[in-house]
């Protein structure tokens, strides 16, 4: 059985070249990254680019075979994040084929977004907008407001990281490429935050002062100062990966 769909608007053109999972992994483009279970192409047509996520594994271990496919997750996930007002790539097309009941391949499409580039990229090349104060204090409080709404709904990203964070020009910021992203609860939502937060700080204490660092964990708190829970949980995240750096 195949399940595919394409976003509602797209140019008839654009709609022909993915109009199946038989056309979008025959599609040629740039090969841009892979893995045992997937790779990414980048496929351009009429001067747009589109980034083609196909895969042939549902997932690792017992995801072969039980739960959610890796694919479904990450189309699923993007799409919580446009109901939950997060910027995130525009999704063009998504869906999965089965055969016998068992995941045999599926693909994720997301539209380009234009003139960004992903924070890690950004601290490996110096860029000088990382040593902006009104910079960073206008893209910390974004990500402050975005991963804060993926908390309060239950929702841990599990891959928080820099790359995984874009920037435009204007400085807007966008969450993408979020395949194992979930849903958790009590102690195990605890965790997985304490988990999101060290991601993204294990990348800032190395480019940005202790103060912006506590400013970024205030706006997350949506909070002027620190409470006892609070100090707290800012241990628990710089202990996190005590050990494994």
Known sequence: MSQWKLA????TEVAELFGD???VFAVEGDWITGDPLSEVLRVEHRGVRYYVK???AAGKGLRRWFGRPRVK???QNLKYFTKWGIPTAPVVGWGQERRAGVFH???????ELEGTVDMAEMARQGDSRLSDPRWVDRVSRQLAKATRSLHQHGFAHNDLKWRNLLVDEAGELFLIDCPTGTFWWGPFL???VIKDLACLDKVAKHH???????????????QSRLRSRDKRQVRQILKFFEGRE
Request: hydrophobic letters at 30%; aromatic letters at 18%.
């Open 21 to 23: 999972l038989d056309k």
């Open 190 to 192: 605890h965790y997985r």
């Open 8 to 11: 509602e608007g797209l140019e």
């Open 54 to 56: 196909r895969y042939w």
């Open 73 to 75: 997750a990450e189309w």
């Open 105 to 111: 391949r599926g693909a994720l499409i997301t539209r």
């Open 208 to 222: 940005l002062s202790r103060s912006q660092r506590l400013r970024f964990y205030l706006q997350y708190r949506d």
